[in-house]
């Protein structure tokens, strides 16, 4: 796309008004050959130049705040961005916090509470290091066990993806769990490891709460896949509490929350409704796309581009924030909020 040209003739008809990035982890690449879960991670230095790129645009990088404010006083002379971090890992603190002060940058970090609580399950980790440290795994699937070779890094690759779409396709969430905590102790993986090495404690997130840049955002409490939550109460009471514990520890109150997963199969309608009922000024999904006036109306269903290993060429970030990228992803409906 980016050698057609398509994006420029396309700008006029999608650029809209604004993006919200998503990012996860920032960190130097690793050696490792299997690693399923690169999507997830930027590079130091991608992120210092998708910075100082966006220094050199028209664009100016503001706060959820500052978003939310141009939606309700309908301000849109200039375009902006906003600079999203979901999950609270320690390398943002390492890695990303550094860059965005040393330019004076706004961002938000999305906070599940039971990671800093250390009762976190990344489980999509703890099935990497399950099919990582073994050659051969047996497991339950669908009522009948199951013996998987995965000695190669391209059986390990397919293995990873098979049971990962599996554990998606599970009806609840609590299923998904049961399968991951029943491989983790047939392999002896400490699934409470993940969220300890790899997320900022309570210090940390009070320590960078403290710096006007930051704003600390709710991510429910145990990152569940909301949309698989059969009781409403639930759901509400996963984006209600995470705000109250959020607010208690650092004493102030998070107005702006983030669907954990955050694709159409984790957020929809109801999802929406409750983000809005209870008051949260907006609230982000994973669906690619960038934000037109019209979100006005949706600022509890909005999207996001992931910038993600993927994406980590500049030309294809340069597609993406004209919009014309997922606008294609989209088949060209502008918005997608049911
Ligand atoms: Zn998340």
């Known amino acids: 796309m980016y050698f057609s040209g398509m994006h420029h003739w396309m700008r006029p008809l999608v650029g809209g008004v604004g993006a919200i990035l998503a990012l996860h982890h920032v960190r130097p690449a690793r050696p490792d050959a299997f690693q399923p879960n690169r ?8 992120l210092d130049r998708l910075l100082r790129r966006l220094a050199r645009s028209r664009i100016d990088v503001v706060s959820l705040d500052e978003m939310h404010r141009r939606y309700i006083e309908n301000d849109f002379a200039r375009r902006f961005v906003c600079l999203t971090f979901d999950d609270g890992y320690s390398d943002f603190l390492r890695w990303a916090y550094p860059l965005l002060r040393e330019r004076k940058l706004p961002f938000a970090t999305f906070i599940a509470t039971s990671f800093p609580d250390r009762l976190g399950e990344l489980w999509w980790l703890a099935l990497e290091a399950v099919i990582a440290r073994n050659n051969r795994i047996g497991m339950v699937i669908n009522g009948t066990d199951q013996y998987f070779e995965c000695a190669t890094t391209r059986q390990k690759r397919e293995l990873y993806g098979a049971i990962y779409g599996y554990l998606r396709s599970m009806r609840t969430e609590e299923e998904v769990r049961h399968a991951v905590r029943d491989l983790c102790a047939c392999y002896n993986v400490d699934v409470a490891s993940f969220c300890r ?33 059969s009781s409403d109460a639930t759901v509400r009471a996963e984006m209600e509490m995470s705000r109250a514990v959020l607010e208690a520890a650092l004493g102030k109150r998070p107005e702006h929350l983030a669907f954990p997963v955050g694709d159409v199969t984790s957020a929809g309608s109801r999802e929406f409704r409750i983000a809005a009922e209870l008051g949260f000024k907006t609230a982000l999904t994973t669906r690619p796309g960038v934000l037109y006036k019209v979100h006005r109306d949706y600022l509890t269903a909005l999207p996001r581009i992931s910038v993600n290993g993927e994406f980590q060429r500049q030309r294809y970030l340069k597609v993406l924030m004209s919009g014309a990228g997922t606008a294609v992803a989209n088949r060209f409906r502008r918005l997608s909020v049911a």
Do not use: R
């Open 39 to 46: 999507p997830l991670e930027i590079t130091p230095e991608f």
């Open 197 to 229: 090495d790899l997320c900022m404690s309570w210090q940390d997130i009070a320590e960078l709460a403290d710096d006007p840049l930051c704003t600390i955002g709710a991510h429910t409490v145990n990152h569940m896949v909301l949309k698989k939550v």
